[in-house]
């Protein structure tokens, strides 16, 4: 019998490759590829539930060595204000539509009852890892900030740049309260490393790496995808065609 992981990876397998390709496309091509994602969301949302847990280890199936993916060190005076200083100043700002925003210090964060859950990650490079995470459930944050029924996406402002460009990732509701969805703040009980997001990252376990958004400054409760910078709910989404959902 073919897998679950398997059956979605057979569908998406074609657009995660165009979303890699870096050459020049037609914006009728581009138009399939974002009519396919639909589909793509909509088969993996019909053939399991909603809070179907991405599978989780043991501590002895962790890989010796977790890559980084994207960004390994922001390039920023900001961050290295940050990181000289331990992220002893670090905050996390909730805001958009909500009714109470937030401004919370990583060390408050790290406080908060949390989540620890060991799971692969996959990337859209190709290669994949497993590691455990120690995180804060996003849902906790969001019900603390009294999310707006008029919301319909959280967007994750990141540290990182490209340019002129700032990292951002997106996910909907569902995947945001999804109880394997976390804010964390460890990885391999240490505190994250810098390369793979510290002082805070987001682990959506359902999606490939390039959805879990690294060095958190702020989450953002919107309606509607189209304002926020290049419209299409991501860096790579905006840049290079990548899917917006990404489920695995």
């Not at 179907?52 to 920023?76: C, H, K, Q, V, W």
């Not at 805001?95 to 990650?121: C, E, F, N, Y």
Request: proline share 4%; with cysteine; aromatic share 10%.
């Amino acid at each position: 019998m073919i897998s679950r992981r398997k059956f979605i990876a057979a569908g998406t397998s074609g657009l995660l490759v165009a979303g890699c390709d870096r050459l020049d496309r037609s914006e009728t091509f581009r138009g399939i590829l974002r009519s396919s994602e639909g589909l793509t969301m909509k088969a993996q949302r019909l053939i399991t539930s909603r809070d179907a847990l991405a599978p989780e280890y043991r501590a002895a199936d962790m890989s010796p060595i977790f890559r980084s993916n994207g960004t390994r060190l922001p390039n920023t005076n900001e961050y290295a204000r940050h990181l000289n200083e331990n992220f002893a100043n670090w905050r996390i700002n909730v805001d958009g539509l909500v009714a109470r925003p937030l401004s919370i210090p990583i060390q408050k964060l790290r406080s908060l009852p949390h989540r620890t859950q060991i799971t692969r990650h996959d990337c859209v490079e190709g290669w994949s890892a497993i590691g455990k995470w120690h995180g804060v459930p996003l849902a906790t944050i969001l019900g603390a900030a009294e999310l707006s029924t008029r919301a319909k996406y959280i967007v994750f402002h990141c540290a990182d740049r490209f340019g002129d460009r700032q990292y951002y990732e997106s996910i909907d509701l569902i995947d945001a309260f999804h109880p394997q969805t976390i804010l964390a703040w460890a990885m391999n009980d240490r505190l994250l490393p810098v390369p793979n997001g510290a002082p805070l990252r987001l682990r959506v376990e359902r999606q490939l790496g390039y959805k879990q958004a690294k060095y958190i400054q702020r989450i953002e409760a919107v309606e509607s995808l189209a304002g926020v910078y290049g419209g299409r709910g991501g860096y790579w989404e905006d840049t290079n065609d990548y899917e917006w959902y990404a489920g695995i």
